[in-house]
């Protein structure tokens, strides 16, 4: 380890913290993945401050300067940060400033505001940050969600006025003012459930004014999945702007299989000119509400009950993650629950909803939520492998599902080295060029020049995810090292406590200080 030096110099200047990169690393001996997908060649990259100041191929090399820290990585892999497109850590990055679960997986952007809900005003959000910053930079699309609520309140059950459309429209203005990448809308939860297609329409197209974007977890992943692309596809069109599709998943029995045609769909809007992508998280089962279950929100029928656990989740594939109403079922599932009850599972499912409604209806927040197998392999490696889908996690910092520890060493592990579904540099680029494409933030996510200095060491032949759904926390294997702005937030499996992550706004993706 050569970083000494550099310690002892940033003592000896009395600087705070900043000498630390302030002094320069030159990373000699690297594989460097540049994060376009070209093939990954052995080279060397210097980092001066906050950024990336030269890279050199072999046989070229980088002569080390006066004062800079040398750092012979023997051979592993560096690639630019990971940034998480699709991520839930931005709701608690201020009690996790350490942002474990994203670091020690590579990322070192989370772009929040997701599935329609985003704190609001973003620009106190964004100052709070500023004043406090945490270890990895954080950008936020403006959620739908949480901007219908603020102005239809209790009452969102319904069609929005033209006069709410027009006073949503006022408060998503201000968001892309704040710097808000876009909008997100969440269709299968409330408030967004109720929402019109023109609504959506109607405010996509003030986040279009703004060079903005739009994102979505679509209104159905099941039941009514192809008109919800039918939606997306037309508010891309409409609104002219681009469309991304969040988490993509086929998550019905009926749907299996289906890859192909969703893929041949999406190609097709691609060439009539709608610029739609996707992201994905590589696992089978989803995390969310038990209301999704029941898109018509009738808790109370049984066909409906039987319907989900016939088609979207069977009883053994669902697990309590967490349930307020009776805190002994969490971490079991529906099956082994209703066979405790004696019950069928389907009038298990009514009782828990019945009883979790109840409780949120007395004003409780994170009530329950459920860990759900409903999609397969086959779809899952198809859909990952489509050149316009980047990688996410749909993560959380401190949750349930082992997705928010374990996802981008997953795809490297399990999709490239075993399953050999992408290449390791087409994997790189879906979690970094790719994904700074998708959501609008230049300067990162590229291994040149002049980009921040957000970079992942690790090491292919070893990396893979250790997290499971009974050790949700469990760190990955081969993340070697991690550097936001240029400083090491990660490495030898701890966080180094230090937080040089910056707010990415919009206007020029670059953070403003
Ligand atoms: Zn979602």
Request: glycine content about 10%; charged content about 25%.
């Amino acid at each position: 380890m050569r970083r000494t030096p550099v310690l002892l110099l940033s003592v000896a200047l009395g600087g705070p913290l900043a000498p630390l990169g302030a002094a320069g690393t030159l990373l000699t001996n690297a594989l460097l993945l540049d994060g376009s997908g070209a093939p990954g060649r052995a080279g060397s990259l210097r980092i001066e401050g906050e950024r990336i100041a030269a890279v050199a191929y072999a046989p070229e090399t980088l002569a080390p300067l006066a004062g800079e820290a040398v750092v012979d990585v023997h051979g592993l892999a560096l690639a630019p940060g990971f940034i998480d497109t699709h991520t839930h850590g931005d709701e608690e990055v201020r009690e996790h400033p350490d942002a474990l679960g994203a670091v020690s997986q590579g990322i070192t952007t989370l772009i929040g505001g997701q599935d329609g809900g985003s704190e609001l005003p973003l620009a106190d959000f964004f100052g709070e940050l500023e004043r406090q910053p945490v270890a990895v930079n954080v950008a936020s699309y403006a959620g739908h969600g949480t901007i219908r609520s603020r102005v239809l309140g209790a009452d969102f059950r319904r069609a929005a006025t033209r006069t709410e459309v027009e006073a949503m429209r006022d408060l998503l203005r201000t968001e892309m003012a704040a710097g808000a990448l876009g909008l997100s809308t969440g269709l299968e939860y409330d408030p967004g459930i109720y929402s019109a297609s023109t609504e959506l329409v109607e405010l996509a197209k003030v986040a279009a004014a703004a060079g903005g974007r739009y994102i979505s977890h679509v209104r159905s992943e099941d039941r009514d999945f192809w008109a919800a692309i039918d939606e997306i596809l037309a508010i891309g069109r409409e609104a002219k702007l681009p469309v991304q599709i969040s988490h993509v998943k086929l998550a019905m029995r009926s749907l299996w299989g289906e890859a192909p045609r969703l893929l041949a769909l999406l190609d097709a809007a691609r060439r009539s000119g709608v610029d739609v992508t996707a992201d994905i998280y590589p696992y089978l089962y989803w995390h969310a509400g038990l209301t999704v279950l029941f898109p018509l929100r009738n808790f109370e029928s049984l066909e409906a009950a039987e319907f989900a656990l016939r088609e979207v989740v069977p009883p053994e594939g669902l697990i309590l993650a967490r349930y307020l109403p009776q805190p002994s079922y969490a971490g079991k599932t529906l099956a082994a629950i209703a066979r405790e009850r004696g019950e069928p599972p389907a009038r298990t499912l009514i009782e828990l909803i019945r009883m979790a409604e109840a409780m949120k209806a007395e004003g409780r927040e994170g009530v329950e939520n459920i860990i759900a197998t409903s999609m397969i392999e086959g779809d899952l490696e198809q859909l990952l492998a489509w050149p316009e889908t980047n990688l996410c996690t749909d993560g959380q910092l401190d949750g349930r599902h082992p997705r928010g520890f374990g996802s981008y060493p997953r795809v490297l592990g399990r999709y490239v080295r075993e399953r050999r579904v992408l290449t390791l540099e087409q994997a790189v680029r879906k979690g970094t060029a790719l994904a700074a494409d998708h959501v609008g933030i230049p300067d990162r996510g590229r291994l040149v020049p002049g980009a921040f200095a957000d970079l992942v060491l690790l090491d292919p032949a070893t990396v893979v995810d250790r997290a499971t759904t009974d050790e949700p926390h469990a760190l990955s294997t081969g993340i070697e090292r991690v550097w936001v702005n240029g400083t090491v937030v990660y490495e030898g499996g701890r966080p180094t406590g230090a937080r040089p992550g910056r707010v990415l706004r919009r206007a020029s993706g670059a953070a403003t200080r």
